[in-house]
């Protein structure tokens, strides 16, 4: 059974942080590539942030550029664990978070193996 667990989203204040964390469980979470999505009200699913695994114990992190400079993408293999740090927050980064595994690389335009539950993050100014 794969599930993606997701947890600590909430309301925070502009200019805040917030980290978001993602259990991962019923596959072999190593060799898959991890990442984060988030859909607003009224608007689609963008890509934020991934945290791709090269086989050579390199990690590649790419983010969307209306979060780069603010978010950072981790991941901790003995946990089965993927994070998303949110500093500086807006209130346009206001949405649904999405964590999301892929066995092949995750790019923003094609949906991943699984996703999480989704947690809410608000943003108040």
């Known amino acids: 059974q794969v599930q993606l667990v997701q947890s600590g989203g909430g309301l925070v204040q502009a200019g805040g942080s917030l980290r978001l964390s993602c259990a991962a469980s019923g596959f072999t979470f190593r060799i898959y590539n991890m990442g984060w999505f988030r859909q607003a009200p009224g608007k689609e699913r963008e890509f934020v942030a991934a945290i791709n695994w090269s086989g050579s114990n390199i990690y590649y992190a790419e983010y969307a550029d209306s979060v780069k400079g603010r978010f950072s993408i981790s991941r901790d293999n003995a946990k089965n664990t993927v994070y998303l740090q949110m500093n500086s927050l807006k209130s346009e980064d206001e949405a649904v978070y999405y964590c999301?595994?892929?066995?092949?690389?995750?790019?923003?335009?094609?949906?991943?193996?699984?996703w999480g539950q989704g947690t809410q993050v608000n943003v108040s100014s």
């Open positions: 999301a595994a892929d066995r092949n690389r995750i790019v923003p335009d094609r949906s991943p193996d699984y």
